[in-house]
């Protein structure tokens, strides 16, 4: 099957901690996306990436980091630098333009 | 610059009725429009998309939307509602001529279907 898989679906994390969500995609995108969603604010972009070994920072990367060493993994790290890190973490692919394919998601608390 | 609004953070709608989830936008060249359903917990799904073309753009589970130029809106439409509707629905546009390839979400609506 083709699609896109986040890990892990549930991840807590302690004060002071870096952690790192898994996104892969097999659709063969050129395009992937870390979204960040809390309640009432719609989804903000954290970083996108165009092409491996580039990416660029969207509206609020400060506190998060990204790799883009191959096509289809795209993973974010949280680091301790982020304030206020609890959230629902979404990534995304697509064809340059196109609509996007989202994962299921990965929540992350802090404890 | 694009933007994208979506006016109303709850549409109540009685199964079986039509029901309507409102969005605008705002580009400074073409517009690329859609629309994703969220269920609680999940992922978005791809509803449907304008591109160019008719402006009545069919998609996914019965729903569809028009494209108006002149109002600069892209309202998701559904004949009748069903219960299983129930979700939150985001809009997002990205403009085609801006340069840019990210689409902007809106801050999503929440659909209650009651039976």
């Known amino acids: 099957d083709g699609g896109i898989t986040q890990s892990p679906k549930y991840l807590f994390r302690k004060e002071g901690q870096n952690v790192t969500l898994s996104c892969e995609q097999n659709l063969n995108h050129d395009a992937m996306y870390w979204y960040r969603q809390d309640p009432g604010q719609g989804l903000r972009l954290i970083y996108y990436s165009q092409i491996v070994n580039d990416f660029q920072k969207g509206d609020i990367a400060e506190g998060y980091s990204v790799s883009r060493e191959k096509k289809e993994s795209f993973p974010l790290t949280v680091t301790s630098a982020q304030k206020n890190p609890t959230a629902f973490y979404l990534c995304a692919s697509s064809e340059i333009g196109q609509g996007a394919f989202f994962g299921p998601g990965t929540r992350l608390t802090v404890l | ?115």
């Open chain 2, 1 to 115: 610059a694009q933007s994208v609004a979506q006016p109303e953070d709850q549409v109540n709608v009685a199964e079986g009725n039509p029901l309507t989830v409102k969005c605008t936008y705002s580009v400074s060249g073409n517009p690329y429009l859609f629309w994703y359903v969220q269920y609680p917990n999940r992922g978005l799904q791809f509803l449907l998309k304008y591109i160019t073309g008719d402006n009545l753009v069919k998609g996914s589970y019965g729903f569809e939307a028009e494209f108006n130029k002149s109002q600069t809106s892209f309202h998701l439409k559904k004949p009748s509602a069903l219960v299983s509707d129930s979700a939150l629905y985001f809009c997002a546009v990205r403009d085609v001529t801006g340069g840019s390839y990210i689409p902007t979400f809106g801050r999503g609506t929440s659909l209650i279907v009651h039976p």
